[in-house]
Each structure stands twice: as C-alpha cells, then as structure tokens.
DNA sequence: TTAGTATATAACCATATGTTTATATAAAAT
DNA sequence: ATTTTATATAAACATATGGTTATATACTAA
C-alpha cells in the first residue's frame, strides 16, 4: 500500500482513546453519546477522534434521525482484521452502559 | 492485548520515516549509516526514529564491532506480520545502495 | 595514547496533537 | 416557529513530536 495511506492509519490509531473506540465498536455501532458515557470524555473530544477514524477510514457512520451510529470500517487495509482481533475485550463496559438503561438512547 | 502496549506500537508506526525503516529492514538488516544514506536524512534523526521502533519492540539490534544492525522484531504483536506484508517493497532502494558501494559498510 | 568512525543523547525550536469551552448545525418535539 | 437534543466545528492552550545542531559515548586503527 502507499505509505501516506498507510501512515494515516497508524497515526489514526496511534491514541488510546482511539483504540478503546475501535475495542468498543467491535462489538457494535455506537452513537456518539454512548461512547461519551462509557468514555467519560466530553462531546466535541469523542467526536473529533471519531473524525480522524473516519478520515482514515477505520469507521464509517450511518444517520438515523437525531442520531448518527458509528461501526468498524476499515476495509481498505488488508490487515485490519488481525489488528482488531488484538484489541482488548469491551463486553463489559457495553454490558454496563445497557444496564445504567443508556442503551438506545442517550 | 494491553491498550498501553498497542497504542505505544501504533505510535510507532504512525509516522512515515519509520514505516520507510520497517519496509527496509524487512528486506534485510540494516546500520544506521546505511539508513541515513538511503533515506538522506541526518543520523541524530534516524537514530531517534531507531530508539522509538526498539521501544516499542519493533525493531532489535546487533552490535557489530562500530557498526550497530538494525532488524524487524514485533513478535509480541500478533498481527505484525499481515502490517509488514501491507509495506511497499523497497528492493530497489536497497539494490541502489549495494551498486553504489555503500554496502558494509559505511 | 591519540585520531577516526559509528552511533547515541541533549538542547533547542517549529509544528502537530488532544483537550476544553463556546458556538454552530441538524433533526425532533412541542 | 420555538425549544430541545445530538453532533460538529472553531478558538485557545498545553503538551507531544520530529528535525537540527552540538556534544558525548563506544569501538577501531594507528
């Protein structure tokens, strides 16, 4: 692959917030106040990290009404399966958010 | 994986020096002399990029007498394999500096 | 020991990055 | 239409990052 395609990437996973996004949306589409809670990150912070993931297409979004989901993209690189699998699991933290009723939503 | 150890590996690979490095020394192992000269930049700043890939596990070295090889480690990674695979060959980058002399060493 | 070569480290500086607060946009509900 | 909710963008600031120049260290050769 080209090496900006392929920096752009690295970079876009080069933050540990970043990371816990993908970990997190391995399991499922999120929207943005989801991850804000499970997070506890501020607003416009999730939503710009979720702009660089989507500028160097590891995610993708979907609008449904006030909402806009996020999910895994990222099949454009070829490896991407094997870096996703080396994430930790998020089970739990999506466990917790349906519990506390968060879950669809917000 | 820890979240910790992926995002200081992700951070190493997020920058396009250093995924130039890992593209050569996937060929073959390399010298910081030998580095400067196929990339063309100065050695304090290959160095610095040498010590980022061996902290996060990258890359490993080998002292011989002056000179100090540089190769591709990564075996704590999983995935490591299916990235270096995404890297563009750099065979050409490296037969010029066997034909202009340069090879070991320096 | 001294001089030379290969590499590492430190100090400095400019640019990039991540967070916060404030504001804008878009859709929904009233 | 106005208000509310969800999300995005902008401005400001502190910290991180990468490059350069200068210097230190490690080994070799004489």
Known sequence: MELDQLTECYKAMADKTRL??????????????????ILKM?????????RKLKQAKLVKERRNSQWIFYSIDGE??????????????MSEKIEQLKQSGGKVCC
Chains 1, 2 share one sequence.
């Open 42 to 50: 501020t607003q416009p912070s999730i939503s710009q990290h979720l």
């Open 20 to 37: 816990n996004i993908l970990a997190l949306l391995r399991h499922e589409e999120l929207c943005v106040c989801e991850l804000v809670e």
């Open 76 to 89: 454009i690189y070829p490896f991407i399966k094997a870096n996703l699998d080396a994430l930790p699991d």
